[in-house]
């Protein structure tokens, strides 16, 4: 198994996030990744690669987001200091935003403002994008080999023209894309982060080359709160080709095995030549910010059973904050998987 490292995940360290009124500290820390990296010398599942920043991922990653979304991100940091070049000493968050209700704003003529911009193409402040963000989301691709990619910042709750949930690049639907864009003619995605990964089924919503699967946190109560309910199941020519399978706060791992045994049983009747993981270990009992109750142990299960799929198979990192479990955790999948 080949392992995918993003050397530059570190630039992208964002220091707080919006949380109920107030300022907290970042989840979504470089030491996340730097504990896998850790657990991956005492385990060595595969070879650690630094991946070349392949054309064929800069293409499939324009035709995942939209044009003026990747000149925004690759020019967010710029527009960002010459706003206030004190701004400098500070990571960019949105606080306002163009709100998507009947009776709300336009949104045919996007101001020139930065701070309105950074509203218009994120869904939340919980993401705070800084001097090395875009060089880092850049970087974590990989989607064309039998790999995990350790890709940070994370990417899936990521939409075609939107940031948020700590996510900037959608790496897994960059991945599927890439493997379509290779002539695979079915990708299935099988997201199994505690949070609905909503900004991969958006991208896919409408086709039917691409199922995507969710298997996450119930959105009445768990982020990302608008989208991820069981009744969204595609459209147009998606339609059936979207499956969501959301779980109350508090589901242990056998409530949560016996649901993975229905993404996976949808995964095999698509009859897919490739699988994407968006892999999120903040399913684990231990993480501060969700609400799942699996054990270490639990993830070698997840490994195994990803491999009775006998799919060719790649892996996206997407959340977990338990930072000193998520090593453990996340090699125990690869254990699994490798068998
Ligand atoms: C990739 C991923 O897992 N993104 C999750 C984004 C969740 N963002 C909102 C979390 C808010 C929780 N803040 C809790 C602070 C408690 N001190
Ligand atoms: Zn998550």
């Not at 209700?101 to 218009?120: I, K, W």
């Not at 995990?148 to 599927?176: E, K, Q, S």
């Not at 968006?278 to 399913?283: K, N, R, S």
């Not at 009775?308 to 125990?332: H, R, S």
Request: hydrophobic content about 40%; glycine content about 10%.
């Amino acid at each position: 198994m080949k392992i995918f490292h993003n050397t530059l995940h570190a630039e992208h360290a964002g220091r707080q996030e919006m949380f109920r009124g107030r300022l907290v500290d970042c989840h979504e820390v470089p030491d996340r990744l730097r504990f896998v990296l850790d657990e991956l010398q005492r385990r060595p599942v595969g070879p650690l690669l630094t991946p070349d920043a392949a054309l064929e991922v800069d293409a499939a990653m324009a035709r995942v987001h939209a044009p003026d979304y990747l000149a925004f991100l690759a020019s967010a940091w710029h527009d960002w200091v010459a706003l206030d070049p004190s701004n400098a000493e500070r990571d960019a968050l949105p606080s306002v935003w163009p709100l998507a209700s009947r009776h709300a704003f336009r949104t045919d003529a996007p101001p020139h403002n930065f701070a309105a911009r950074l509203g218009q193409y994120a869904f939340d402040s919980g993401t705070p994008l800084m001097a090395g963000s875009w060089a880092a989301a850049q970087a974590g691709l990989d989607g064309e080999r039998f790999a995990m990619a350790l890709t940070r910042p994370p990417g899936h709750h990521a939409g075609p023209d939107y940031m948020g949930g700590y996510c900037f690049i959608n790496n897994a639907a960059v991945a599927a894309q890439a493997l379509r864009d290779g002539g695979v003619q079915r990708v299935a995605v099988l997201d199994v982060d505690y949070h609905h990964g909503n900004g991969t089924q958006t991208c896919f919503y409408e086709r039917s080359d691409v199922l995507t699967v969710s298997l996450h946190g119930d959105p009445r109560t768990e982020y990302p709160f608008f989208l991820g309910h069981a009744d969204e199941r595609g459209h147009g020519a998606g339609e059936g080709f979207n499956l969501n399978l959301p779980l109350p706060r508090g589901t242990g791992f056998d409530v949560w095995w016996a649901t993975l045994q229905t993404a996976l049983q949808a995964v095999a009747d698509f009859a897919p030549q490739a699988l994407v993981v968006p892999l999120g270990l903040d399913t684990f009992e231990g993480d501060p910010i969700s609400g799942f109750k699996l054990r270490s142990a639990d993830y070698l299960q997840l490994g195994r059973a990803l491999a009775q799929l006998g799919l060719p198979t790649v892996l996206t990192f997407e959340g977990g904050y338990a930072v000193a479990d998520v090593g453990v955790n996340t090699v125990n999948v690869l254990e699994g998987l490798k068998g």
